[in-house]
């Protein structure tokens, strides 16, 4: 008959021969599960590995392993001519006892938590997924074009300099002056700034960057202009920081800054949030005339303006007008920017531009999420800035966009010549396509996955006077585009004969 340790074990394990993860690490994951539920208790003695092996009918030296890997982390005892017995390695981990669940619980991990908590209805993801072979984003980059041999190379590089580990045992300060100073002299001279290292961290994103800087200036219920069209992740952030958000007109010359000035009183607001170069979602350009009034209110009505420049670098037509952070002399410009982003993700960074006092906090908040941060990254776009590669590899791609541009616009003109209206946009990787008629844009986007097409909800943008599309294309290539665009084209008339 079968030992009641024996029917223990063959309630508690079990295991997969076909997944990545080796027998007897599985195996032995569940028998330390065991131990600290308390179905196996301290003293217990296991089968030999003869009868283990026959048990589960796995090989001898499979079982020979499970109890090595158990007595390398202290979980079991192997005393010689006499057998292995279960141990509680100093209390590491307190023993749960398990008599009141039943041991097919065991291999399960609860659904739900057993408290309340605070759910977050502003932080509501708003991915979605779709095995669609086209796909429509917002105007991300395509990282086909990500130079990966090289970057290995640099990588590798990176990870083989000696003064790497003193470097990672320094403090944080210590760690990234170079890096704050290459990352410096490239803003100065790309983006006309005047900064020093005080005035500027770096981020995983701009969104890390936007969450500290509303830590910073929002309580509950504070007053923040955006536009009537804007960032749904902005939002977002600004909502969970507790602000009363309000919206105001955007028009062809960008956020209208005279209604700010119309409706609002001094210490009415406390911050304005603008894509001053191209405005999410209509990649419109905000008008010098308006910069500077903008900065004259912020000035006289005592706010301050969030500047989020997350395209800057993806000029196409002549030359980029310079930030407003770049001419504020009164400190009321917080500037959000993003370096890298023909890059993979994860040599990609978010910065903030700020008068020293605010870095200063941003600091603060920084160390809590990531004070560690990725020093290899770093040193690598150190090193980037520092012999051009970075200029040349925006030179190199801004090209490749270029012509998906043009590529798109002529699509465009092909098939909805008669049907919609854009504007060719003298930089960034979206058009913001308006229609003419007032077709559904949530039938729109059923009937084009029905032709292997996935637009999502955060590039739809309806209303009583608006029907438009985001419309990115850098991830596409010309013919990827030719594609996508003649699916539109049948979809939309679809939903048209639906009408």
């Known amino acids: 008959m079968s030992s009641p340790v024996d029917n223990i074990l063959e309630s508690l394990i079990s295991f997969e021969k076909s997944t990545t993860t080796s027998i007897y690490i599985q195996i032995s994951q569940q028998i330390i599960n065991a131990i600290q539920r308390g179905y196996l208790e301290e003293g217990t003695a296991l089968p030999g590995t003869r009868k283990f092996s026959t048990l589960f009918d796995i090989n001898r030296n499979t079982a020979v392993a499970v109890y090595d890997e158990l007595a390398s982390q202290g979980w079991v005892d192997i005393v010689a001519n006499k057998g292995t017995f279960v141990l509680m390695p100093e209390k590491k981990t307190a ?63 990176s990870m083989k300099r000696g003064a790497l580990i003193s470097k990672w045992n320094q403090t944080q300060e210590q760690s990234y002056t170079t890096f704050s100073k290459q990352l410096c002299n490239y803003l100065n001279a790309t983006r006309g700034f005047h900064i020093k290292p005080d005035n500027i961290i770096s981020t995983r994103s701009t969104e890390m960057s936007l969450y500290i800087v509303s830590q910073l200036l929002i309580q509950e219920k504070d007053v923040v202009i955006v536009g009537a069209l804007s960032h749904y992740k902005s939002n977002m952030i600004f909502q969970q920081a507790g602000a009363n958000i309000i919206t105001i007109p955007v028009d062809a010359n960008g956020m209208d800054v005279d209604f ?101 906090e941003a600091k603060n908040y920084l160390q809590i999420l990531d004070k560690q941060g990725d020093l290899i990254q770093k040193q690598m776009l150190t090193e980037l800035i520092s012999e051009g590669e970075i200029h040349r590899l925006i030179k190199k791609n801004i090209t490749i966009y270029k012509q998906r541009r043009d590529c798109l616009c002529a699509c465009l003109t092909t098939y909805f010549k008669n049907d919609a209206s854009w504007q060719v946009p003298a930089g960034g990787l979206a058009v913001w396509l308006n229609f003419d008629s007032r077709i559904s844009l949530i039938k729109l986007a059923e009937k084009a996955k029905t032709y292997d097409l996935f637009l999502p909800k955060t590039i739809l943008y309806q209303n009583k006077t608006i029907c438009a599309l985001r419309l990115g294309f850098g991830h596409l290539n010309e013919d990827e585009i030719e594609n996508v665009i003649k699916i539109l084209k049948t979809a939309f008339e679809d939903v048209k004969r639906m009408i």
């Not at 500037?335 to 870095?359: C, D």
């Open 95 to 157: 023993a749960i006892k398990g008599v009141l669940q039943g041991l097919d619980k065991l291999k399960a991990y609860p659904d739900v938590a057993g408290f309340p908590f605070q759910s977050s209805f502003n932080l509501a993801s708003t991915e979605e997924f779709s095995v669609s072979k086209y796909v429509i984003n917002d105007g991300q980059p395509d990282l086909r074009l990500h130079p990966t041999h090289q970057f290995s190379k640099w990588y590798s590089a």
């Open 260 to 360: 700010i000035e119309k409706n609002f009183t001094k210490n009415s607001i406390r911050c304005v949030y603008v894509c001053a170069h191209r405005q999410y979602p209509t990649a419109v350009t905000l008008t010098a005339e308006r910069r500077l009034k903008l900065l004259q209110l912020a000035k006289a009505y005592n706010f301050a303006i969030i500047e989020d420049d997350f395209d800057y670098d993806f000029q196409f037509d002549g030359s980029a007008m310079l930030p407003m952070a770049s001419a504020d002399g009164q400190g009321v410009v917080i500037y959000l920017g993003r370096l890298g982003q023909s890059f993979f993700p994860s040599f990609q960074i978010g910065f903030v531009v700020a008068p020293q006092n605010i870095i200063n």
